[in-house]
């Protein structure tokens, strides 16, 4: 008996299949092996086809099945992990309008500034738990605004994991989890939050049926059943965001429990069982996977846009050409802590909620052509994602949220010993590293949202404990150190983009 777990991302699609006996990966397989293109017509812009992403899926499990040589109808249940925030918009048909905004796309901005505004910043926090902001309901604003031929068509809006699970089943739907990521859920009242509805001029009709994150949210219809070689009938049974759903992945469920990750963005999550929020929603607060009104279990999140990318961008614009990251980390380790004195702010990736929705881009600071080369920049990019994560950390540990132990996947910038020592001098957090993914969680909910498991101590029992990272007292002063300089340089930075907008303002 297999369970088998999609996780949507920007850069790829995976798949794994999970023996639901042993709780292990079998097989696993991600595409494009490329990184995924992103559509950006426009500065701050992000787009991409939600085609593209079926398309990777079902090379993604052809690839799973032909590795595994399992037997299509050994498949029990089907779980959906996915990029949140993201807007698809289809019509009666079921077809896609346009390119789905999707999470990093910046323009919804002051759309979302004006309804906070509007509607009054205490009750939107009270409400929403955030500020309207850059999310999903203020991205379909922007398309009725500037779209409006599009706008009339729409039929249902959708998360990327709606979309593949409407792909995968034929029918429309949604979670809580998934409508609160949107700020389209009021937790006051447990129910759609009309009121932003209403300020947005938006018809109730548009949000899809509500189905509770474990439970059957659609079967596999014979012409996807086809198209991905499976058997017709396997029940949908979970569906997150990616963010939830890494911290299932990692077994993180109750309040105090942290998880993290590095890919493209970088996330700190941690888990809260009492309904609060940032005053300034810099951090942003979701329903939790096992969120209910009764059980509050709620995800308090940390979202840094520009970390993975700007190591990414690093390797194929500074680093020697043909580099693999194992190198960089080689080359990067010879420079000590600190980077002898440059600072890397890591914001390029469109607007960021840590600095209140600004779009500061990424800098570097001290440079010296006469003492400085690639290596030193290598570091300094490390470092500067971590004293991102570090400066987000510390709003949420200002909300009473400490954060000193934090569950990571074994994979992205956490493969890397300098970003983990780093993470772990700079925050004084004992990071723990486990064998699982994204796709692998998706399975075990899944399962769970099957019965197959009776709850989520059954479903993870099998997790392995890879690595354990302590801070080194040693170099606390250090880490300390440069990350002082840094938080300078952002300041300074800070300082410059308010002034470049009130001179604009003034014009």
Request: aromatic share 8%; hydrophobic share 40%.
């Amino acid at each position: 008996m297999f369970l088998l777990g999609y996780d949507i991302g920007s850069s790829s699609v995976k798949a794994s299949l999970v023996d639901a006996g042993t709780g292990k990966c079998v097989a696993s397989a991600f595409f494009p092996k490329t990184e995924a293109g992103i559509i950006a017509v426009r500065s701050g812009w992000a787009e991409q086809e939600p085609e593209d992403w079926w398309e990777n899926l079902k090379l993604s499990t052809q690839s799973v099945l032909s590795e595994s040589g399992i037997a299509a109808g050994d498949i029990k249940a089907i779980g959906i992990s996915y990029q949140m925030h993201g807007l698809v918009c289809v019509d009666r048909q079921q077809r896609v309008l346009r390119p789905a905004i999707i999470w990093c796309d910046s323009r919804a901005v002051p759309y979302g500034q004006r309804a906070f505004e509007t509607i009054g910043e205490e009750f939107c926090l009270t409400h929403l738990l955030n500020s309207p902001g850059n999310f999903t309901a203020s991205k379909l604003a922007w398309i009725k605004e500037n779209e409006p031929h599009i706008y009339a068509q729409i039929d249902k809006i959708m998360l990327p994991g709606d979309y593949i699970a409407m792909k995968l089943s034929g029918e429309i739907c949604t979670t809580v989890e998934g409508l609160s990521e949107g700020m389209l859920w009021d937790f006051r009242n447990d129910r759609t939050a009309d009121f932003l509805m209403q300020y947005y001029g938006f018809d109730s009709s548009l949000i899809a049926d509500i189905r509770p994150t474990f439970a059957e949210q659609g079967l596999l219809t014979g012409s996807a059943a086809r198209e991905l070689r499976l058997q017709e009938g396997i029940p949908i049974t979970y569906r997150a965001g990616d963010q939830p759903n890494n911290a299932l992945s990692l077994n993180v469920f109750n309040p105090g429990e942290i998880a993290s990750t590095a890919g493209t963005s970088g996330v700190v999550y941690g888990v809260n069982g009492e309904i609060s929020y940032d005053p300034q929603s810099r951090v942003n607060t979701f329903a939790h996977v096992n969120h209910t009104a009764a059980n509050p279990r709620l995800g308090v999140l940390l979202c840094i846009n520009g970390t993975g990318i700007l190591n990414s961008w690093i390797k194929r614009n500074v680093a020697p050409e043909g580099i693999s990251y194992t190198e960089m980390n080689r080359l990067a380790s010879q420079v000590p802590v600190g980077s002898a004195g440059i600072s890397i702010l890591p914001f390029g990736n469109g607007a960021e909620r840590m600095l209140n929705n600004r779009t500061t881009g990424c800098s570097f600071h001290g440079i010296d052509f006469n003492m400085h080369d690639k290596a030193h920049l290598i570091r300094a990019a490390q470092e500067g994602i971590v004293f991102s994560f570090k400066y987000g950390i510390d709003i949420m540990e200002g909300m009473g949220i400490p954060v000193e132990k934090i569950h990571a996947g074994h994979a992205n910038m956490f493969l890397s010993p300098i970003f983990r020592e780093t993470l772990a001098g700079t925050t004084g957090a004992t990071i723990e590293l486990y064998d699982t993914d994204g796709a692998v969680g998706a399975a075990k909910g899944a399962g769970m949202g099957a019965g197959i498991y009776k709850n989520h101590q059954e479903a993870f029992a099998s997790l392995d404990k890879l690595e354990v990272v302590e801070p080194d007292p040693a170099r606390q002063q250090e880490y300390a150190d440069a990350y002082g300089r840094w938080k300078q340089c952002l300041a300074r930075s800070m300082q410059m983009n308010k002034e470049t907008n009130n001179h604009k303002i003034k014009k």
